[in-house]
């Protein structure tokens, strides 16, 4: 499971950013601990126990800054992801050296749950499309492949055909139903019959002509059954992730 942690020297803004960004990770089915520290000297020394895996730091503390804190994190590892939070717009220049995820500005209570809500969703995205599932191509032999890295599914027969980025194309012995099972909790939709598509796969939608362009420059047809929940999805997706 993902551990993540908060570090804000006001309790109260760090009990509504903990309560704002738990709701965002229940929403989103999404397992991740969340910690919350308002001290980073705290912080750090749970961190150097067992690293977290995303941290939320305001950057002007009086004691420890977020940046401080962010470099000794950077300094014991370079995969933890860094939100930084702050009311002054001139240091999110400053942080770029600690190759911050995403960064929310400090507001009113509604407008900061608002941004951070936003932020967790994209942060769920993010770790999902980097997930792998493993594919049994028969004989023996598997396969492990990012979610990220399918551009859509084709239903052939007996088989699914799983369609890469890399022009790659993948047989499984499986029933579509099956196959949806296991996309449901990620960026894909149904889009017809026989076609499953990742939502990042896709250029543009073409209403006139109930059709899909990949960024491969392949067209999928979109059938009238699936047309409305395709649409749906696809704009959720959009706000989600832009």
Do not use: W
């Amino acid at each position: 499971m993902l551990r993540a942690a908060i570090c804000d020297d006001e309790e109260n803004l760090l009990r509504i950013m903990q309560r704002s960004i738990d709701t965002a990770f229940h929403r989103a089915k999404f397992a991740c601990t969340l910690d919350a520290f308002p001290s980073g000297t705290a912080l750090l020394e749970a961190h150097q126990r067992e690293p977290y895996d995303i941290l939320f730091l305001d950057i002007y503390m009086p004691n420890q800054s977020g940046f401080e804190i962010a470099k000794a994190v950077r300094q014991q590892n370079e995969e933890t992801l860094l939100i930084f939070v702050t009311s002054q717009d001139a240091l999110v220049y400053n942080s770029l050296d600690y190759r911050p995820f995403q960064f929310v500005r400090k507001g009113k209570s509604d407008s900061v749950t608002t941004e951070l809500a936003a932020v967790t969703r994209k942060l769920v995205h993010y770790f999902r499309e980097n997930e792998q599932i493993e594919l049994d191509l028969g004989v023996g032999e598997r396969r492990s492949v990012a979610y990220r890295e399918i551009s859509y599914l084709k239903s052939s027969l007996h088989y699914i055909e799983y369609h890469l980025s890399n022009g790659e194309c993948l047989r499984v012995r499986q029933s579509m139903a099956d196959a949806k099972q296991q996309l449901e909790s990620h960026d894909f939709v149904q889009i017809h019959r026989q076609y499953i598509i990742n939502l990042r796969a896709i250029e543009r939608i073409s209403v006139t002509n109930s059709n899909v362009r990949l960024y491969s420059g392949e067209l999928l047809s979109i059938s009238k059954s699936h047309y409305d929940a395709v649409m749906e999805r696809y704009r959720l997706h959009k706000r989600e992730t832009t």
